[in-house]
């Protein structure tokens, strides 16, 4: 068993770790003086004053490899997009986002009054793909971010589409917008943001995290930049890959398979598996035409702390399969809209074993067609989890150090 396919023997192994303080509390101290290699997890240290983070920077070898595969990336056109073999699964993700998105933003309006300013940091914003997202849950200000400048130019010109289009509509939200590139992992951003003072009320960070967990350095920088902008009772939400599924599924394909995947993904370990590190747990990722460079696993129970140490509190963290069965009751329309799942009739797929699944529905759906994934796209989507963490308010120390009033 290794650290990744445990729940409460994680948290052990990670404080036990040599190079790594997992504590939000006074034992953290101690240990910042003995850990060598990284940064300590412990609470209210303001190391990254001077701009891009020193220690964030050792160890970050590849976010250059992923900023050159992300700025190289051609955006097919919608005819490309609908040949493509997992165009229903970017789809079902893109559902999947809107649905978290949504759900957060209902909870922060929950405690707003019409008219008040929503502000939303998307952080790894990639080419602006959630703008409409955001402009459906009328918020008043985005901050993009992304390594990659390419997609900055792209998502500022989406964004200027928008706005265009919101000029001409009496009824359209309209709201302002930042654009900056930059290293989420080694730059701080607030202070790149126009106002150095602005209380954020969701962090969004779709499909990108996984990339801090390269070092402790960088996980920790990403993690100040989601938090620390975020006013208390405003949420960081994100989707990422499922280290314990990928775990499982690398156990599944057999002890010396160092890849495994079908035909849409592969996986495949670019590190000492036996036992994984904590950081820079590396492999190669390859998803059908959109993705194919170094990833992260991220290990839960440290991202849990690394939140806490700034102030975040989790409160859900739901696999993929159980996010869609959870969200489907309020969201099977929009589902319908966004072409989330693909139509197929039973008794036309006997002999395709990517829609096998579907046989056993034949006879309650009396020759109508069904809305399900093929086979390989169920299991590139169910790779990934949601997560939402929640701001709490703080204090201070004698010391001057945050002390956080979480409510467990
Ligand atoms: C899979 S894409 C997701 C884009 C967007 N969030 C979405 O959901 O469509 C991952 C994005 O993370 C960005 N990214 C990767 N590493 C990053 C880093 N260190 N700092 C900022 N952005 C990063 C990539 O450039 C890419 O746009």
């Not at 620390?228 to 405003?234: A, D, H, K, N």
């Not at 160092?258 to 370990?269: A, R």
């Not at 949601?386 to 150090?401: L, P, Q, S």
Request: hydrophobic fraction near 35%.
């Amino acid at each position: 068993m290794s650290i990744y396919e445990q729940n409460v023997a994680d948290e052990k192994f990670a404080k036990a770790h040599k190079n790594v303080s997992l504590s939000d509390d006074e034992e953290s101290e101690s240990n910042a003086e003995s850990a060598t290699t990284a940064a300590p997890i412990n609470a209210g240290q303001d190391d990254a004053a001077g701009g891009d983070d020193e220690e964030a920077q050792e160890g970050a070898a590849n976010t250059h490899v992923v900023a050159s595969h992300y700025n190289e990336l051609k955006e097919g056109g919608r005819r490309d997009r609908q040949k493509s073999k997992i165009f229903f699964m970017r789809n079902f993700n893109n559902w999947i986002k809107s649905m978290l998105i949504n759900e957060y933003m209902a909870l922060i309006k929950e405690s707003k009054r019409v008219g008040d300013a929503l502000r939303v940091l998307d952080m790894c914003c990639g080419k602006g793909g959630d703008l409409l997202k955001w402009e459906k849950a009328a918020i008043t200000h985005i901050i993009c971010t992304d390594i990659a400048e390419v997609s900055v130019e792209q998502c500022q010109r989406r964004y200027q589409d928008i706005l265009e289009r919101a000029e001409k509509s009496k009824y359209a939200n309209k709201f302002t917008a930042e654009f900056f590139a930059c290293d989420s992992t080694l730059v701080r951003l607030r202070e790149r943001y126009k106002d150095v003072t602005l209380q954020l009320n969701l962090v969004s960070c779709q499909f990108a995290f996984h990339y801090c967990f390269e070092s402790l350095g960088q996980a920790d920088c990403m993690m100040r930049n989601a938090a620390e902008c975020l006013e208390p009772g405003g949420y960081f939400i994100a989707t990422m890959p499922d280290a314990y599924e990928i775990m499982r599924r690398k156990r599944e394909a057999g002890p010396d398979a160092q890849s495994f995947g079908n035909d849409v993904y592969n996986i495949k370990f670019d590190c000492e598996t036996d036992p994984l590190p904590l950081f820079g747990a590396k492999y190669q990722f390859h998803l059908e035409g959109v993705v194919d460079c170094p990833e992260f696993l991220v290990h839960f129970p440290t991202l849990v702390k690394l939140g806490r140490k700034y102030g975040l509190k989790l409160v859900r963290k739901t696999t993929f399969a159980d996010y869609y069965k959870e969200a489907l009751p309020q969201g099977r329309n929009l589902l319908q809209r966004m072409s989330g799942l693909e139509s197929i009739q039973p008794q036309r797929c006997a002999n395709d074993d990517q829609f096998a699944h579907v046989q056993e529905f034949q006879a309650s759906q009396r020759g109508r067609p069904l809305g399900t994934l093929s086979k390989s796209e169920w299991e590139a989507t169910t790779l990934y989890l949601v997560c939402a963490f929640k701001k709490y308010k703080n204090t201070w120390d004698a010391n001057g150090k945050p002390v956080f009033e979480f409510d467990d």
